[in-house]
């Protein structure tokens, strides 16, 4: 694996501002916010008792609304609009999987903006001018194919728009124009990979050496895979469409944390309950706002993604505070008995049970007295059956250690008949809380 | 001898014994006897039929999760100590039963014993060379 990283650190001066620099800038940044958020209906009475210039220091932020998805979706399509419609230079649409989609829109500055933003992190993890980067993402209403084509653009890279779907096709491109780079979401990765080992491809056999992989949750583990099985240097990236799309956040060289991009993105890091801040490099929500979009203000967006902040140095020499990888979201999270408990620890302590795949389970929780009950209701699948009612109980009790080790939490195990558990339309029902209805 | 049992997991639910049970008559299929062991919360059904293989195909085609076990069927003598002198015959070999349970066919008759060993064969090997066992076939059992 070669590493493409020579002269300049940065793309952007800006990304290695001091520390007091940056704070300077957001304060100028939220005053800016508070005024052009004015013009927009709904933070227009949440601001009323606010003026600019009362914001002085950044504690003043938490005077602020928080700003919700919900929000956005009733105020579809563009009542959020901040500018004319004679100002709007593009929209992007939020994959809509419940309802309408959420739409964002940018005028001209933005999208500039934005293509800055990208090329930032792009460059972070090792583009370069002369490269090929070859993007698996679709032109749509979706914000991560525009958003890195600009990208790239904005670095100087040569683009191959290979768009999504047909795999055998993107693993052809990549090796005839010998692409440097692969941008795309890291499950396609691995799905790449696997078609190139189907088609007898090595990942000697393709130059490539740099992979930007963003746009949903992973692990290290799957990092390792898709290094070794594609010969790349991974960086991870993160962004939402409804604060700009890719380029809110992304990995250095050094790949401990991605680097917010803080002179456009506040952010904060709160217990989802409390809504107060949570201990620096303790897990939280993080909640953004952006300081220098124009057309869509933002504030306090509460992005109910899981992850921990952390403020110290890098040696990169970029100032913006990393944030770990995304551990989960608060819509998927359980308080038990104190503990944070997302159901990817629970899946990752059934694959050690069960090896190859995790069958199909639903955590159920109650509070019959004071404290919480939680049931693992785990189905048996053929490979795990065994006709010796001893064995059956050390299934059940390996499951339950598992998930100790993994989530902190002691469970109760049920062994259920295959099939027995409800299937929703594509997507599974993990999780059944049932401590509310008993209020 | 050997016999083929089929097990199958059950949840420890009203009519989950039942249904399995029944689907079995509605195709004919006869059972010769059953047993189920059950915790608070989930049964093995073990049951032992002449036409497994079809029983096998139709459960797992229902859904159950269903496994193809051998037992060692062996005759029990019809007399005082019957049981306790097959005990003490396998308890010589030093063959380790994982479980086991008996049933006769027809009143009066000379009790059945199923058990299962971990290795049936080298069970079956041990308890010829034992001597003093009768060891019911297939055909004996469902004749
Ligand atoms: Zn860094």
């Known amino acids: 694996m070669n590493k493409p990283y020579p002269d300049a650190p940065v793309f952007d001066e800006d990304e290695t501002m001091s520390r007091d620099e940056l704070t300077f800038e957001q304060i100028n940044g939220l005053r800016r916010v508070v005024c052009n958020a004015k013009n927009v ?39 959020m609009l901040a500018v004319g419609r004679d100002k709007i230079s593009r929209v992007h649409g939020s994959s ?58 904005r670095v100087g890279a040569a683009i191959v728009p290979a768009a999504a779907g047909n795999t055998r096709r993107q693993v052809m491109l990549l090796k005839d124009l010998a692409a440097d780079a692969l941008i795309c979401t890291p499950s396609y990765a691995l799905t790449i990979a696997e078609t190139m080992r189907e088609e007898g491809i090595a990942p000697d056999d393709l130059p490539l050496s740099l992979g930007f992989f963003g746009g949903e949750i992973w692990t290290e583990e799957m990092r390792a895979r898709i290094e070794k099985e594609l010969g790349v240097f991974a960086t991870n990236n993160y962004g939402l469409s409804e604060l700009i799309g890719p380029g809110v956040a992304g990995e250095c060289r050094y790949r401990c944390g991605m680097h917010i991009q803080e002179d456009h993105f506040l952010v904060e890091c709160l217990n989802p309950q409390t809504l107060k801040p949570v201990k620096i490099g303790e897990e939280g929500e993080l909640v953004f706002t952006a300081l220098t979009k124009e057309a869509m203000p933002i504030i306090r967006y509460r992005t109910r993604d899981i992850a921990a902040l952390n403020y110290a140095p890098c040696e990169c020499g970029r ?48 509070r019959p007295k004071q404290l919480d009950v939680v049931t693992l209701k785990v189905e048996l699948t053929p490979e795990n059956f065994s006709d010796r009612m001893d064995e059956m109980q050390t299934l059940r009790d390996r499951i339950a250690r598992e998930v100790q080790v993994s989530a902190q939490i002691g469970v109760n195990v049920e062994l259920l008949a295959p099939q027995s558990l409800e299937r929703a339309a594509g997507k599974a029902v993990r999780v059944l809380d049932k401590r509310n209805l008993n209020h | ?73 062996i005759e029990v003598s019809d007399r005082p100590g019957g049981l306790n002198d097959i005990l003490r015959v396998i308890g010589a070999t030093g063959l380790n039963i994982e479980y086991m349970y008996a049933f006769s066919k027809r009143r009066g008759e000379a009790a059945i014993l199923l058990l299962r060993f971990s290795d049936p064969d080298a069970a079956l090997a041990a308890l010829r060379a034992g001597g003093g066992i009768k060891l019911v076939t297939a055909a004996e059992m469902f004749g």
């Not at chain 1, 998805?69 to 579809?76: G, I, M, V």
């Not at chain 1, 993890?125 to 653009?153: C, E, K, Y």
């Open chain 2, 1 to 73: 001898m050997k016999i083929h049992q089929l097990s199958l997991f059950l949840e420890n639910k009203p009519g989950h014994l039942g249904n399995a049970v029944k689907l079995l008559a509605e195709n004919n299929l006869n059972i010769a006897t059953l047993s189920l062991a059950d915790t608070e919360q989930f049964g093995i059904l073990r049951l032992i039929m002449p036409e497994w293989e079809q029983a096998r195909q139709l459960l797992a085609g229902a859904g159950f999760v269903v496994k193809v076990t051998e037992v060692v069927a």
């Open chain 1, 319 to 366: 100032t913006g505070a990393r944030m770990s990888r995304v551990r989960g979201r608060t819509d998927d999270m359980l308080i038990i008995r104190g503990v944070n408990v997302y159901p990817s620890q629970i899946e990752e302590a059934m694959l050690r049970v069960s090896g190859a795949v995790s069958p199909h389970y639903l955590i159920e929780v109650d």
């Open chain 1, 96 to 153: 809509g999987t419940t309802g309408k989609p959420t739409i964002v829109a940018y005028t001209e500055n933005d999208v500039d903006t934005w293509a800055n933003l990208c090329a930032r992190f792009l460059f972070a993890g090792g583009l370069r001018s002369s490269h090929f980067a070859h993007i698996a993402f679709g032109l749509g209403m979706f914000t991560g194919g525009f958003g890195l084509h600009f990208g790239i653009n």
């Open chain 1, 41 to 79: 209906e709904f933070y227009r009475e949440k601001l009323r008792d606010l003026e600019p210039e009362d914001i002085k220091k950044p504690d003043d932020l938490w005077r602020l609304p928080f700003t919700t998805k919900e929000d956005l979706r009733q105020n579809y399509p563009l009542k």
